[in-house]
């Protein structure tokens, strides 16, 4: 029997997003006894594949946990985390690493690379976790920080460059294994106004070009206004969640 999601889209209609990401009744708590805490109470989301999305609110309020949450990187109290309509708990724990290192990229202002190794060997990561051989990670890393206008320092050590290059070797890293999604954790909170300009134009621009799905936690109400979709947490909670006007979830 058709249903209303077979019916044609109506012309100028908001599309109806599958969801690439859902939660229900997601709990999150830290710690025990005395020392527990609450982070989330209670969230229950659908993230539509190709959406933008800010996730705002104040310090401790739970994004960070949301997301990790939502990025596979940890585990539920309890509630729900599915995939493509898929619950994540149904999966074996190889399996999660798999997805998550095929379909994710992860953008965190803590900048996390390697030390000791150059820009190229962070950038390609994820590409070494997924076995791909050397020559072809080699093609793919340059072909990112030629992307991101960082191919002259792929020899460098990751720790000799300014703060807005290794925000832009993250985002590198993030995308050279294609990503479905882009979590991003405050990705211009340590960065000047020209360097957070150049990052955003980076994730938006693959946004609207690639579809990308874009997840952003940031403080930054300007940022925050570039996404089709605002989501605010309030202690644990998502106290309000809005869409751009145009409804069609796609940044300018
Ligand atoms: N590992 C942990 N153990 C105990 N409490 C934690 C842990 N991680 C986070 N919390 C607590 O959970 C709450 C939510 O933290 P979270 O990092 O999600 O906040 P946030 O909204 O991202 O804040 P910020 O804007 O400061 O980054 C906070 O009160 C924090 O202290
Ligand atoms: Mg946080």
């Known amino acids: ?31 025990r006894g005395a020392s527990r805490f609450d982070a989330l109470k209670g969230v229950t989301l659908q993230i539509g594949r190709g959406e933008s999305v800010a996730v705002v609110g104040k310090s401790g309020s739970g994004k960070s946990t949301l997301m990790h949450l939502l990025a596979l990187l940890d585990q539920p109290t309890a509630g729900v985390v599915a995939m493509d309509g898929r619950p994540v708990s149904q999966l ?110 980076i994730l938006f621009g693959l946004h609207r070009d690639e579809g990308i799905t874009l997840v952003v936690v940031t403080h930054d109400d300007d940022l925050a206004a570039k996404c089709g979709r605002r989501l605010e947490m309030q202690d644990g909670r998502i106290v309000s969640d809005e869409r751009a006007a145009t409804g069609t979830g796609v940044c300018p």
């Open 1 to 31: 029997m058709a249903t209303a999601y077979d019916a044609p889209p109506v012309p100028g209609a908001p599309s109806r997003e599958e969801p690439v990401l859902e939660t229900e009744n997601l709990v999150k708590v830290y710690g």
């Open 92 to 201: 074996k724990t190889r399996e999660v690493s798999h997805l998550r290192n095929e379909r994710f990229g992860f953008v965190f202002q803590q900048f996390f690379l390697n030390a000791g190794q150059t820009v190229l060997e962070n950038t390609v990561l994820p590409l070494k976790i997924a076995g791909v051989g050397r020559a072809e990670r080699t093609r793919r890393g340059m072909a990112v920080l030629e992307r991101l206008e960082l191919a002259d320092k792929a020899k460098n050590r990751a720790t000799d460059l300014s703060g807005g290059q290794k925000q832009r070797v993250c985002i590198a890293r993030a995308l050279v294994n294609e990503p479905t999604v882009l979590f991003a954790d405050e990705p211009t909170g340590n960065l000047d106004s020209a360097t957070s300009a150049a990052v955003e134009d």
